[in-house]
């Protein structure tokens, strides 16, 4: 199996949500709903990633990797592992709530999962910020106190952004997006997220949204103060590096070209500006769905395909690698 996989995004409904993947990224969306994310590559009990196009059209992920798993993801897969990976656009109109994801040392306390994760700002309104980490010098005692009296803002680290930036957060680190951001999140295939404050809001129901203190709590790292994201820049380079993967900014000219060999490592690309012309190399590797990547795709490169991209025009493009063990 050579082929280059695309698949059907997934909405999902938030409050906080918006239309930016209608004006922004030119998708089609379900009418009049605010639209937060769009789960581009999923492998969960509770959500599937379908493939659109060629010869897999239609096939969930799960059941490629189950028929192809050496192909997609080579020869030292081990078969039944779920994709361990998860991509999202996310639209945010709104500020989301102040959360964190439990680090490895208590999620199986907690009976959660684990979640690195890196923000790609593809795109800002006036005033963009992130809030990631705490102020310095603020102590477990202080913020609790904080949030008992509606104050948590006083106790975070909040920075603005601009289109281009970049920052990975880790598991531990307490964190918000601002409103005004939209972003691209690569992130381990995990879906525990603890609610530490939601500044007042209700939620599409019209009630306050479950709030998770007790295992917040538990899982702040109350070491990490005043973390900085990587600013964007012209010039191609590792943003992103942990235990879980690596991505690399490739930034291209309009001609420039990007060679995927077969035989590597499977590889996901995200295209966050401009767009590229695909070429598939060699015998039996294939591009099913057209011959172009365009702003805001996601697609899975498989171990055992081989392809050219040669950008249209100045481009972005994110190289997310080194998560198949």
């Not at 809001?201 to 998770?212: K, S, T």
């Not at 790292?221 to 993967?245: H, K, M, N, Y």
Request: some cysteine; aromatic content about 8%.
């Amino acid at each position: 199996m050579r082929e280059l996989l695309r698949f059907q995004p997934l909405y999902q409904e938030r409050v906080w949500g918006g239309r930016a993947f209608e004006t922004a990224l030119g998708r089609r969306l379900p009418a009049n709903d605010p639209i937060g994310e769009s789960w581009e590559i999923v492998d969960r009990s509770e959500a599937q990633s379908i493939a659109e196009g060629g010869l897999l059209n239609g096939q969930s992920l799960r059941a490629i990797l189950a028929r192809y798993g050496a192909d997609v993801m080579g020869p030292a897969w081990r078969l039944g592992a779920p994709f361990p990976i998860l991509v999202k656009w996310l639209d945010c109109r709104e500020r989301l709530s102040l959360q964190v994801h439990p680090p490895s040392a208590v999620a199986g306390d907690l009976r959660g999962e684990p979640k690195t994760e890196n923000w790609y700002i593809a795109q800002t309104a006036p005033g963009a910020a992130l809030i990631v980490g705490l102020r310095r010098g603020v102590t477990r005692a202080q913020f609790e106190a904080a949030v008992a009296a509606n104050a948590v803002e006083q106790c975070v680290h909040r920075f603005p952004v601009a289109a281009g930036d970049s920052l990975l957060v880790h598991s531990g680190q307490v964190h918000a997006i601002d409103a005004g951001n939209l972003i691209l999140e690569i992130q381990q295939n995990s879906d525990t997220t603890y609610r530490v404050y939601d500044w007042g809001r209700v939620g599409l129901d019209g009630l306050p949204r479950p709030l998770h203190l007790a295992q917040s709590l538990r899982s702040i790292d109350w070491t990490d103060f005043e973390p900085a994201p990587l600013r964007a820049a012209p010039t191609s380079g590792v943003i992103a590096e942990c235990a879980e993967f690596r991505i690399r900014r490739v930034v291209l000219g309009a001609g420039e070209r990007v060679h995927l060999r077969a035989g590597e490592q499977p590889r996901i690309l995200s295209v966050p500006t401009g767009s590229l012309r695909v070429t598939p190399e060699g015998t039996g590797t294939r591009s099913p769905f057209g011959q172009t990547l365009a702003r805001g795709d996601n697609v899975l490169v498989p171990y055992a395909g081989a392809f050219t991209f040669t950008a249209e025009g100045t481009t972005i493009l994110l190289v997310t690698e080194n998560f198949a063990g």
